[in-house]
Nanobody
Framework: QVQLVESGGGLVQPGGSLRLSCAAS????????MAWYRQAPGKQRELVAV????DINYADSVKGRFTISRDKNTLYLQMNSLKPEDTAVYYC?????????WGQGTQVTVSS
């Protein structure tokens, strides 16, 4: 059982920066994989970045601009050079054993 609490979303101007955080808590074993997803209105949810034991992968659209990191069970997403197309609800995801857990989501809006 994992509970995920996200923070850091908000309104930012194009070219600005924002850092999202996700705190995982609970019991039932180790969290092996943590990831960030996002979903814009009218679009499918997409994987933004995933981290596992130092192995990191990013969506092509955010490479060079976003950085995912993990400190034990706290996940971060540093977002730089933000673009309007980055506007979406960002979700934290964690995998424990054979189950996936999701945060409630945090809104990121990039607009001038």
């Amino acid at each position: 059982q994992v509970q995920l609490v996200e923070s850091g979303g908000g309104l930012v101007q194009p070219g600005g920066s924002l850092r999202l955080s996700c705190a995982a808590s609970g019991s039932g074993g180790s969290i092996y994989v943590m990831a960030w997803y996002r979903q814009a209105p009218g679009k499918q949810r997409e994987l933004v970045a995933v981290i596992r034991s130092g192995d990191i992968n990013y969506a092509d659209s955010v490479k060079g601009r976003f950085t995912i990191s993990r400190d034990k069970n706290t996940l971060y997403l540093q977002m730089n050079s933000l673009k309007p197309e980055d506007t979406a609800v960002y979700y934290c995801n964690a995998a424990q054993a054979f189950k996936d857990y999701w945060g409630q989501g945090t809104q990121v809006t990039v607009s001038s």
